[in-house]
């Protein structure tokens, strides 16, 4: 899909069409994020960082079940 940059102030930014925000689960004042990559830079709504947050967090909540749900209580 061919994407149009324009010019704003100081900045230049990108106009995503209704239908690829549809598709990516996005909306007005929603983050994007840009992964280099070997054949340039990746744009989505998916964030690495975050990403590896939660698998850290999953791991912990799995070794601390049982306390877990003793303090939920």
Request: proline share 4%; no cysteine; glycine share 6%.
């Amino acid at each position: 899909m061919l994407l149009n940059i324009k010019k704003r102030g100081n900045s230049l930014s990108v106009i995503i069409p209704k239908e690829m925000a549809a598709s990516m689960n996005v909306d007005d004042g929603d983050n994007l994020f840009a992964t280099k990559t070997p054949s340039g830079y990746e744009i989505s709504a998916y964030d690495p960082d975050f990403a590896k947050k939660m698998e850290v967090a999953r791991r912990g909540m799995k070794k601390y079940r049982n306390a877990l749900i003793e303090l939920a209580k």
